[in-house]
């Protein structure tokens, strides 16, 4: 589908709809160039991401878990917690609010010691 010219338009929007990306990723131009292998590759480690089980003890993980998490999208946020919650006794999960899912451009060195400060520095500080 992204190699034919006739649905490549809608096989982007449906890509940018259900990943929620922003139209600034010239996707149109980019995915008619990736290789098929590269797709198969890909596929095979999305499926391998949603159907693979792991076996661990509830709060088993001893290490505190520091964690960004974008509450913009409701249903990955609550998934995303609930596993981060099952397998981590000690949870520190800070929401992110930006209008993007991926930064349109790197972020400053101000806006990461503003944004990310305080997480780095908990993470850094946390016994082993």
Avoid: W
């Avoid at 649905?7 to 149109?28: C, F, H, M, N, Y």
């Avoid at 088993?60 to 397998?87: G, Q």
Wanted: proline fraction near 8%.
């Amino acid at each position: 589908m992204i190699h034919n010219p006739h649905t490549i338009s809608a096989t982007v929007k449906t890509l940018q709809r259900i990943g929620r990306l922003e139209d600034t990723i010239p996707l149109q131009e980019k995915l008619p160039h990736i290789k098929a292998s590269t797709i198969s590759v890909l596929n095979a480690q999305i499926n391998e991401i949603l159907t693979t089980e792991f076996e661990v003890a509830r709060g088993s993980m001893r290490r505190p878990a520091t964690s960004h998490v974008r509450v913009r999208s409701p249903a990955a946020l609550r998934h995303t917690l609930n596993i981060v919650h099952n397998h981590f006794a000690n949870v520190n999960a800070v929401p992110l609010l930006y209008p993007f899912h991926q930064p349109p451009c790197a972020f400053t060195y101000e806006e990461l010691n503003r944004d990310f400060y305080k997480t780095v520095d908990a993470f850094i500080g946390a016994p082993a």
